[in-house]
Structures are given as C-alpha cells and as structure tokens.
C-alpha cells in the first residue's frame, strides 16, 4: 500500500533556482525519509528527518516535517544541471522502522 | 568500498520461463529488500529478510518467491514471467537494532535488474 503522496509530479526549473517538493502521508511514523534517483539507477539516501523534528538541513538541501499535518518538504537551494533526478519521500512502518514505504515522487529537471 | 551488487543490470526472459535475479552485499547488513519499480512510479515492495525471516507483502504474488541463503546474499525467482512483471527490480539492505523503535537506518540500493519479458 502507498504511504507517500508527492507533488508536484513533475517540476522544471532553471539552473541557480530552488527546487520545493512536498509530500503528504497517511498514518503515524517514526522517521521520513527522502531518496534521490538518477534514470536507470537505484535510488540513493539523502536526508532523515525523526517524527521528533522539525526541520533539518544537509548541504543545499532542507528538510521540514509537520507530524501535524502528516507532510515534509524536500527545498534543494541554488540547483544545478546534476540535481535533475526524480526524488521520493518514504516513511516506515511505524512502530518498526525497518520497512520503507515510497511515495509516487517527484521528477525534477534542472535547465542549465 | 563497501556496497549492494545486482546481476545482471539487464535479463531478457521468455513469458512463463522462470527467472533468477541476484543481489549481494558487503555492507553485513541485517535486512535485505526486494522492490519492483515500474516505469515512472513508486518502488512496490515486495518482501524483505530480517535476519533469516522472510517476511511477505500482502499483496504479493505467489509468483515471486526469495531466496537468502546467507547474510550476504538474496535472490529474486520469479517462477512464471508474465508480461506485467517487466519492471526494474530494486535490492536493499538497511542495518536494524533488534527491538528499537527508533531504527533510523537509511535503505542502501543497488542499482538495479532492469527485467524485458518477451
């Protein structure tokens, strides 16, 4: 069953702008998670945010948490041309963490 | 350095002629993962190893079976390819604390068996 509902599905930018995906999930959780995935790739690990925070930054990327709201964030500051992939939110299963649940995600493209 | 390795990166198999992926792991993790991803949606999961336990999505179909004869290796059989079952089939592990209710570990994927059923 499909946890994570991302938008927006597709989003196109020009390099140096910020990149803002959303995503929205159903029931409790431990921890959010995001994913990075290039075209023909597996999906790579970016940023875990715990249902105990509220926001977290690595490097240009900035994640926000609202348990209330069952939602996060995912800003990519400054992109560049690299930064087009598609990206996916994915929460666990609560109260075992071990199990991710992806959402649709998003597909970004960075013009240059 | 250490990492999650599937072969092949690209299997053509016949409708209803059984399939093996494989997928190994230097990482000793203890939970390996199985999910299929068709073109342009989510990774589905399919099944996970916790240890040597396997563990079965619901909606799973008996179709897909796995194998995890050691720690570090999973296999994927699909017995009776079906046209539907063309995707890209995605391996994982993550290292989870027995009994923690806090297991932050983040999934490492390989990069992939991408399946053409014929």
């Known amino acids: 069953s499909q946890q994570g509902e991302e938008d927006p599905q597709a989003l196109s930018i020009q390099e140096g702008e910020n990149a803002t995906m959303n995503c929205s999930y159903k029931?409790?959780?431990?921890?959010l998670q995001w994913y990075r995935q290039n075209s023909g790739r597996g999906l790579v690990h970016l940023i875990l945010i715990r249902s105990n925070e509220r926001e977290k930054h690595s490097g240009r990327l900035r994640v926000t948490l609202d348990t209330s709201k069952k939602s996060s964030s995912l800003l990519i500051t400054a992109s560049r041309a690299a930064d087009t992939a598609s990206y996916f939110c994915?929460?666990?299963?609560?109260?075992?963490?071990?199990?991710?649940?992806f959402g649709q995600g998003t597909e970004l493209s960075v013009k240059p | 350095d250490a990492m999650v390795i599937q072969n092949p990166r690209y299997q053509v198999t016949q409708f209803g002629k059984p399939v093996t992926l494989s997928c190994s792991q230097t990482l000793n993790h203890n939970v390996m993962y199985w999910y299929q991803q068709k073109s342009s949606q989510a990774p589905k999961l399919l099944f996970h190893y916790y240890d040597k336990d396997f563990n079965n999505e619901a909606d799973t179909p008996d179709n897909f079976q796995s194998r995890r004869p050691n720690t570090s290796f999973c296999f994927l059989d699909i017995r009776s390819p079906g046209l539907g079952d063309a995707a890209m089939y995605l391996c994982?592990?993550?290292?989870?604390?027995?009994?923690?209710?806090?297991?932050?570990?983040?999934?490492?994927f390989g990069n992939g068996t991408r399946l053409t059923v014929t």
């Open positions: 994982a592990t993550s290292s989870v604390v027995t009994g923690s209710l806090w297991d932050n570990s983040p999934l490492h």
């Open positions: 029931t409790s959780i431990n921890n």
């Open positions: 994915a929460t666990d299963g609560y109260p075992w963490g071990g199990k991710l649940i």
